[in-house]
């Protein structure tokens, strides 16, 4: 048998571990390519090269994150993240508060926001639409944007929530229409 090889991320983690990076960033740029909104491999392409993007035509998420922490007053981080507790992309405000552990809160928020979606199924009163959480040190808004993923905000109890829950609104099909 000859020929080109099967293209897989297991292939492009194979040259990666064995030392040829620029072999397996390029699998996962062929992978993108045929899966644009394919999160985990954004994922992976932007943690083997931070420094160099996606490539072009790639929506870089980041992007619409940045937007929302730098447009809503208070805001300290805004996430891409999977019902699983895993975060695709995430954009931090520059002020972020060293005792402030935001990604691990948005973690267990994630499971909490599953248990709520399917209690919402399960009463049928409809799909989530968002959810805010209220503490004393931080405010969390978490809005479902598919059945896999949403967005997570945190952000300082006199922040703008208002502003916040807008840009998390119209945001949110950007993101859909990404990731499909």
Same mark, same amino acid.
């Given at each position: ?33 045929? #899966? ?14 931070? #420094? ?10 980041? #992007? ?67 959810? #805010? ?48």
């Amino acid at each position: 048998m000859s020929g080109s090889p099967i293209i897989t991320a297991t292939l492009a983690e194979l040259f990666i571990k064995q030392g040829h990076l620029e072999k397996g960033i390029e699998i996962y740029r062929q992978l993108l390519a045929k #899966e644009p909104g394919n999160a985990g491999y954004i994922k992976r392409l932007r943690e083997l090269s931070p #420094e160099r993007g996606l490539g072009e035509g790639i929506m870089d998420f980041r #992007e619409h994150l940045n937007g929302i922490v730098n447009s809503v007053e208070g805001c300290l981080l805004c996430t891409l993240m999977g019902f699983d507790g895993i975060e695709i992309d995430s954009a931090r405000a520059k002020e972020l508060p060293d005792d402030y552990d935001l990604p691990s809160v948005l973690i267990e928020y994630a499971g909490l926001l599953s248990k709520l979606k399917a209690s919402n199924m399960n009463l049928m009163v409809g799909g989530l639409k968002e959810y #805010e959480i209220c503490s004393e040190k931080a405010i969390a808004l978490l809005r479902p944007i598919n059945d896999e993923y949403f967005i997570g905000m945190t952000m300082t109890p006199g922040g703008n929530i208002g502003k916040g829950r807008y840009m998390l609104r119209i945001t949110a099909p950007k993101f859909v229409e990404e990731l499909s």
